[in-house]
Nanobody, 119 residues
């Protein structure tokens, strides 16, 4: 079955950096785009970054452009999210996502990793 396991979150000061990782299993990782979402307290889940199957193309939410970088290592079935210049408003639970489109759309999520930015 599909499993996504995130790690790398923590408590950091404003202006700091973190690298989040997500190890995937149970599907052909190299064949699919991968996404990072985040959910801040009291808010909905927000798509922040997407990477193409080869890693050659990326896309970002306007709110994180220039500070976030998504990448992947298909040999390790791992997708990363490098977060620089952290702001208090980046505080959220960050989720790795794989969206399978077959006859229906199925979203798979990891358990999330908490990022807390202190001012």
């Amino acid at each position: 079955q599909v499993q996504l396991v995130e790690s790398g979150g923590g408590l950091v000061q404003s202006g700091g950096s973190l690298t989040l990782s997500c190890v995937a299993s149970g599907f052909t990782f190299s064949a699919y785009p991968m996404n990072w979402y985040r959910q801040a307290p009291g808010k909905g889940r927000e798509l922040v970054a997407t990477v193409s199957p080869t890693g050659g193309s990326t896309d970002y939410a306007d709110s994180v452009k220039g500070r976030f970088a998504i990448s992947r290592d298909n040999a390790k079935n791992t997708v990363y999210l490098q977060i620089d210049s952290l702001k208090p408003e980046d505080t959220a639970v960050y989720y790795c996502n794989y969206r399978r489109v077959l006859h229906v759309i199925t979203n798979y999520w990891g358990q999330g990793t908490q990022v807390t930015v202190s001012s």
